[in-house]
């Protein structure tokens, strides 16, 4: 039997299975998670996955946990209060004297408007701060932050895990610019969408952002 590497499981899973079987309630566990109950729903699917059992059954009452679930959660409870009294010594954040690498997924145009700003400010505000930027499809930026494989994406990010907090920085427009030594400049989107197309991605064929207007109204690509 392979053995789960416990490194790569969200801790936060464990503290949503705590506040479940808590409240009993899985409205009540959302808000004392400061989640939606829909993102609530998620982590209780991944750790029904993680533990293969169902944890808990569903009654008029609220949520009853199985008989798995009390056991996994009386080896739970020292541990989580562990980790609280760890953090609780200094939980604060001070960026003058912080000294870490934040890794971040960002586009070529945020590269190139925002991350020169940011390094400016971090320098007089919180010179022990370092970023990397990695070049990840935008997705694939949900499972490498459940992975904690970066911290921060600013990107273009359809459909992010429920889980997942996020927060629109800017909108963009995009317009089209047409070399006339390739011809006339097409008139329609059907005509534009007939013209070759070339997609870069990380991994595989993935869908373009610039495109899938177009996709949606029935164009397809070359």
Same mark, same amino acid.
């Given at each position: 039997?392979?053995?789960? *590497? ?11 299975? /705590? ?6 309630? +899985? ?17 209780? #699917? $991944? ?10 059954? $569903?009654?008029? /009452?609220?949520? &009853? ?16 209060? #562990? ?14 004297? !912080? ?17 020169? #700003? ?14 990397? !930027?990695?070049?990840?499809?935008? *997705?694939? &930026? ?12 600013? *990107? ?15 909108? &963009? ?5 047409? *070399?006339? +030594? ?25 869908? &373009? ?8 109204? #029935?164009?397809?690509?070359?």
């Amino acid at each position: 039997m392979k053995r789960p *590497n416990i490194l790569r499981q969200n801790l936060g899973l464990l503290v949503a299975f /705590d506040a479940l079987i808590t409240e009993g309630n +899985a409205t009540k566990a959302a808000e004392r998670l400061s989640l939606g109950q829909p993102a609530v729903s998620h982590l209780l #699917g $991944r750790l029904r996955e993680i533990f293969s059992d169902r944890l808990f059954d $569903r009654t008029r /009452d609220g949520l &009853v946990p199985t008989r798995r679930a009390r056991e996994l959660h009386a080896k739970l409870v020292p541990h989580l209060k #562990g980790l609280e009294a760890l953090f609780v010594q200094d939980n604060s954040f001070d960026p003058i004297s !912080t000294e870490r690498v934040f890794r971040l997924v960002v586009s070529d145009m945020v590269q190139v408007y925002f991350i020169p #700003g940011l390094l400016r400010a971090a320098e007089s505000a919180a010179p022990g701060i370092s970023f990397v !930027t990695v070049p990840i499809d935008s *997705n694939l &930026v949900t499972e490498h932050i459940e992975r904690d494989e970066v911290d921060l994406a600013i *990107n273009h990010c359809p459909d992010p895990a429920p889980w997942i907090r996020t927060c629109p920085l800017f909108e &963009v427009e995009y317009m089209c610019w047409y *070399n006339p +030594a390739c011809g006339e400049a097409p008139s329609t989107i059907d005509r534009f969408m007939a013209r070759p197309q070339v997609s870069v991605t990380y991994r595989g064929p993935r869908p &373009v952002p610039l495109l899938t207007p177009c996709t949606s109204r #029935g164009s397809r690509a070359r």
